[in-house]
């Protein structure tokens, strides 16, 4: 081998280490910027719930929610406690009463933390009765499911469903709504979650 072609030689291996350096340090840098800049579309939904949040939660009493006996609501529960809740129309029909057992299996898969969720009934009906759970009482005149439709986007002229499952904070705040086809397991994920969250 003579000295040109060494020079030549040495000068190639010298610009393919250059070249692999710099790819070592640049090629990350262009990818983050790919990712986070460019036009690929893979970052996760923001969000991560299986039912509607509500911004802003909706204070049960803020509605005149009462008691079974039609007294002033007031829930006996702790910081860490949780409600799921069938509201419906005072005439629980089938679908209402899938809505009733859905939530008394939420309650039971949520295992050892299920003495931290409570159910409930909210309908407008005196006789409505929901066995193991709270009876609410909701007047007749009360917005609460007009707010409701209006917070997970549906226009008042939508068809308002006889039954819905709900989630209400310790405090008597709706903070999660379900649409009607939903029977449990979204539920029931965003429960634990929210169990585990309030733990802490």
């Known amino acids: 081998m003579n000295s040109s072609t060494a020079i030549t030689s040495t000068r190639t291996t010298n610009r393919l280490t250059l070249l692999a350096i ?18 690929l579309d ?8 299986y039912g509607e949040l509500i911004q802003p939660p909706l204070h049960l009493n803020s509605y005149g929610v009462m008691n079974a006996a039609g007294g002033e609501l007031s829930l006996d529960a702790i910081g860490r406690d949780w409600f799921v809740v069938v509201l419906h129309d005072g005439d629980c029909s089938e679908s209402c009463q899938i809505l009733v057992d859905a939530a ?6 949520t295992g050892r933390e299920g003495h931290r969720v409570k159910l409930a ?12 759970g709270l009876n609410w009482r909701l007047p007749v005149n009360s917005e609460l499911s007009q707010d409701l439709r209006q917070s997970s986007g549906d226009t008042p002229s939508d068809s308002q469903a006889d039954a819905q499952l709900l989630i209400v904070d310790y405090l008597g705040y709706v903070v999660l709504s379900y649409p009607p086809t939903e029977e449990g397991p979204g539920v029931l994920e965003d429960l634990k979650r929210l169990l585990r969250s309030a733990a802490g």
């Open 22 to 39: 710099l790819a070592v340090f640049v090629l990350p840098l262009f990818l983050a910027w790919l990712f986070v800049r460019g036009p």
């Open 42 to 49: 893979w970052q996760p939904q923001s969000n991560l719930n």
């Open 104 to 109: 008394a299996r939420i309650q039971l898969a």
């Open 121 to 132: 009934s909210l309908s407008p009906s005196e006789e409505a009765t929901f066995s193991p």
